[in-house]
């Protein structure tokens, strides 16, 4: 089975501090996809990244990145210098190989609330 | 990429009535997902979508509560039927595209907000 927890609820950090979302995974597929996406208070889904089991290379993209980990099935996720406007949940999320068995289905993490004050 | 949009954004209910959710995608897409997600929740999948086939749902989900369309490749519709207050939540669509395997990317519309009185 699949499974992806996200054990920090909600935190809380003074803007321009550094904060890392945690991200735990589990599957036993050994091709799978890990994503992380933003969802702000308007409700949307905000794609961030997508990384496949084969690619452990951790990623920069500006103040975001992201450090993946298969030997602790870890996907954690640093905002640098943090802002207001990174206030909202960010949800980490698994899929398996898509086409393996003709899907694309996300298996969802409890996300985490982050709240950033001025 | 792919862009979708639902409708509506945002409505609320009556209890006993039913709300269909509509998703269009701007692309040919083969498979389209709905989720929900209750009030401070994550998100869970409800079905599959696939164009000229029943749906496949979820573990906890049955057709006769979340009946679903797909008469086309760019187009779907979700019904929820009989609302009660816990069916308020966020309903969203999603679809996978890109064509390339290792560019296939999972897109999702706006989500419907929808709250049952």
């Known amino acids: 089975a699949q499974k992806v927890t996200q054990a920090q609820t909600e935190i809380s950090v003074v803007e321009k501090e550094d904060v890392t979302l945690d991200c735990v995974y589990e599957?036993?597929?050994?091709?799978?996809?890990l994503f992380w996406y933003k969802q702000p208070p308007s409700g949307e889904l905000v794609f961030l990244i997508r990384?496949?089991?084969?690619?452990?290379q951790n990623e920069i993209s500006g103040r975001y990145s992201w450090n993946f980990q298969k030997s602790t099935s870890s996907f954690n996720f640093t905002i640098t210098a943090s802002q207001v406007v990174d206030s909202a949940v960010y949800f980490c999320?698994?899929?398996?190989?898509?086409?393996?068995?003709?899907?694309?289905?996300?298996?969802f993490g409890s996300g985490t609330r982050l709240l950033v004050r001025p | 990429s792919a862009v979708i949009s639902q409708k509506p954004s945002r409505d609320i209910c009556q209890r006993g009535t039913s709300l269909t959710i509509q998703c269009q995608v701007d692309?040919?897409?083969?498979?389209m997902f709905w989720y929900r997600q209750q009030p401070g929740q994550s998100l869970t999948l409800i079905a599959t979508?696939?164009?000229?086939?029943?749906?496949?749902?979820e573990s906890g989900f049955v057709i006769d509560k979340f009946p679903i369309s797909r008469p086309n490749l760019t187009f779907s519709t979700l019904t929820v039927s009989n609302m009660s207050p816990e069916d308020s939540s966020i309903y969203l669509c999603?679809?996978?595209?890109?064509?390339?395997?290792?560019?296939?990317?999972?897109?999702f519309g706006q989500g419907t907000r929808l709250t049952v009185v």
């Open positions: 999603s679809v996978a595209a890109g064509g390339i395997f290792e560019n296939t990317e999972a897109f």
């Open positions: 599957t036993r597929d050994t091709t799978y996809y």
């Open positions: 990384r496949n089991s084969f690619d452990e």
């Open positions: 999320a698994l899929t398996r190989e898509p086409y393996m068995d003709s899907s694309y289905k996300l298996i």
């Open positions: 692309s040919q897409v083969t498979m």
């Open positions: 979508a696939n164009q000229g086939s029943e749906a496949t749902y």
